[in-house]
């Protein structure tokens, strides 16, 4: 159970709330949304784990580093690898989303795209928490649940709300290394389409890293686009990721 005496500060408290629509995010992720330095950041992710508020785990997804001993957060004798991940508690995420996410953990198969999408959002919205300018994937899964429990449709990584046209909301897809196989990425991305028609959305933003992930979504566009006897989407766009991280100033 959380301590009743904590007092969070305004940015503490956005931070939470962000985290709890984001899952989680690593402390580099953390560091950069708080804007205050690392020093900040760490002091903050102590006093949350201390009053039981969130969960700090090292998650180990192959990341090179280079990895340090954390005083604070590993024991003594452990060489790290992999960042540390900080995590609101179930009973944390449940008081701001108002619904029981269940319980939940930072993965290794997940955590390198849940980083990109988290840094993509601090890039768009900043900490906005509106979930009418992003609509979490967290919250997209809540919304659209049926009656067996889950989504009878794709779940995109966000939908988002063009600030310069608040009429439209795009799906927002976050593409990291190429799909192989069977046919993957063309059902990926038909799927996202169709879930984009299918609630009145613009369309869909696919940001991705990397020449050979932008050269492979491209040909699968055109290919969607010429089975609807189109020569391209209307309503698909592809940017790059890591040039609008750096333009926006989170990388």
């Excluded at 840094?119 to 919205?125: G, I, N, P, S, V």
């Excluded at 906005?128 to 889950?150: H, I, M, V, Y």
């Excluded at 009145?200 to 940001?207: E, H, I, P």
């Amino acid at each position: 159970m959380s301590d009743p005496d904590i007092r969070l500060q305004p940015w503490e408290t956005l931070i939470e709330e962000f985290s709890c629509q984001q899952y989680g995010m690593s402390f580099d992720t953390l560091i950069k949304a708080a804007g205050r330095g690392a020093k900040a950041a760490y002091k903050v992710a102590k006093r949350l784990k201390k009053t039981g508020r969130a969960h700090v785990l090292r998650v180990d997804y192959g990341s090179s580093g280079p990895w340090r001993n954390s005083k604070t957060f590993d024991e003594p004798d452990v060489v790290p690898h992999g960042p540390l991940w900080i995590y609101p508690t179930r009973e944390i995420a449940w008081g701001y989303l108002e619904f029981d996410p269940g319980e939940w953990e930072p993965k290794a198969s997940t955590a390198a795209h849940l980083t990109a999408v988290t840094e993509l959002r601090l890039a768009l919205t900043g900490l906005e928490t509106n979930p009418q300018a992003w609509t979490s994937e967290r919250l997209l899964r809540r919304w659209l649940k049926t009656d067996t429990g889950r989504p009878d449709v794709h779940i995109h990584d966000a939908w988002f709300r063009d600030f310069t046209d608040p009429d439209k909301v795009w799906a927002i897809e976050v593409e990291l290394s190429r799909k192989f196989g069977d046919g993957r990425l063309q059902r990926t991305m038909t799927a996202a389409l169709e879930a984009a028609e299918r609630n009145d959305l613009a369309g869909v933003l696919y940001f991705v890293r990397g020449d050979s992930v932008r050269k492979a979504v491209k040909g699968v566009a055109t290919r969607i686009a010429h089975q609807r006897n189109l020569d391209h989407l209307p309503n698909f766009e592809i940017h790059d990721l890591d040039a609008t991280l750096v333009r926006k100033g989170v990388r």
